[in-house]
């Protein structure tokens, strides 16, 4: 399996506060992804890395900015949450045509 | 804009065999790929074509035209552990980001 993790795996906040969820590989793949999955919506690009800060937005980017100051990880922050956000939230890295995805996380924001 | 149509839901028995389709719209398609996601768990990569034609995995396979915008993923011998969410994705010419389908969730009953 590829070595990527999620932190944290499950947080409950409350709509008006920051959160920030870590991304982090062993594999030294350039690109890495944050995607979020609601019923009914499949898997949705939130934002996109593409080296040591050069990211972009994807579909679902308002509401979310990133960082990556290291190859190894990508943080995905929530500057003030609101409950539109409550969701599960994968990251994913990529070294080509394939995706290997993390555990997720499960995020509620009452 | 990006779209793709994959059926919600199919229902199987253990034994037989499946085809979930995938029709794509898409501006500068490079490729389809599929994924498996079982319940509380990662997507986790199974194909990808960029050339029309079947590809061959163990017991799965999956087909793409070019021409006909149109994909597909067989799976035979239908195990109760097939049960599970099947993802499509294209990748564009150019990107690395993928825009994958809403999913098709499968039900294999003995």
């Known amino acids: 399996d590829a070595g990527i993790t999620q932190s944290p795996r499950h947080k409950v906040t409350e709509t008006g506060t920051p959160v920030t969820l870590r991304c982090h590989q062993t594999?030294?793949?350039?690109?890495m992804y944050w995607y979020r999955q609601d019923p009914g919506h499949g898997l949705r690009l939130i934002h996109y890395?593409?080296?040591?800060?050069?990211?972009d937005k994807g579909e679902v980017s308002d509401g979310y900015s990133v960082s990556r100051s290291k190859t190894e990880d990508f943080l995905l922050t929530l500057e003030s949450a609101t409950s539109s956000q409550t969701s599960v939230y994968f990251c994913?890295?990529?070294?080509?045509?394939?995706?290997?995805f993390g555990p997720g996380t499960r995020l509620t924001v009452l | 804009g990006q779209s793709l149509e994959q059926p919600s839901e199919v229902t199987a028995v253990e034994g037989a065999i499946v085809q979930i389709n995938c029709t794509y719209q898409?501006?500068?398609?490079?490729?389809l790929s599929w994924y498996q996601q079982h319940d509380g768990g990662a997507p986790t990569f199974l194909s990808y074509?960029?050339?029309?034609g079947l590809e061959e995995t163990g017991r799965f396979s999956s087909f793409l035209s070019r021409s006909d915008s149109y994909g597909y993923l067989l799976l035979q011998e239908l195990q109760m552990k097939d049960s599970a969410s099947y993802f499509c994705a294209v990748a564009r010419a150019g990107s690395y980001q993928l825009t994958f389908g809403k999913g098709t969730k499968l039900s294999v009953i003995p």
């Open positions: 074509n960029a050339l029309d």
């Open positions: 898409t501006s500068g398609f490079y490729g």
């Open positions: 994913a890295i990529s070294g080509g045509s394939e995706q290997f």
């Open positions: 594999e030294n793949h350039r690109y």
């Open positions: 890395s593409y080296g040591v800060k050069d990211t």
